[in-house]
Structures are given as C-alpha cells and as structure tokens.
C-alpha cells in the first residue's frame, strides 16, 4: 500500500489530473499516505515535482510512438538530486 500511497503523492506533484475524478481518487491515498509515511510521501511529492506526467503532454501519441529509449531520456528528470 505505501507505493500506491507514493504513486498518488508524486501525481500531485508531477501536476494537474486530467480529470477531476483522478484527483478524487489519489486524494484519500494521499492523506491515509500522509498519515503513515509521511516522509515517504513528500519525498514522492518532491520527485513528482521534478518530472513532467504524460496527463499533461499535447502529443501522448508522438510519446507513446517513439523508442523507449528515447522516451526515457526526454521525460527524464532534469540531472542533479536523485530521488532515494
């Protein structure tokens, strides 16, 4: 349960849901999250606030056509602290 808890905290980070459903559905796992590891969670929050979500890329087709390995390094987050 702590990844799903971490999975919805880092969503929040990485930006807006696409829909107001999504939103609803990570919120609870982010406050039973914040309540049990909250450490866990803002260092969740903080790495999603360092890398971009496909819910907000304009072209998810052109994103999802292309080599994994390209992908990777154009959603990568931006070099310096890593994430533990």
Known sequence: MFGEFQVAAWEFGAGPMPHW???????????????????????????????????KSDAIDAVLATPLTVARANLARPQGRRHR
């Open 21 to 55: 459903g999504a939103a609803l559905f990570c919120f609870p796992l982010v406050v039973v999250g914040l309540c049990l590891a909250p450490r866990r969670l803002v260092r969740a929050f903080m790495a999603g606030r360092q890398s971009r979500s496909l819910h």
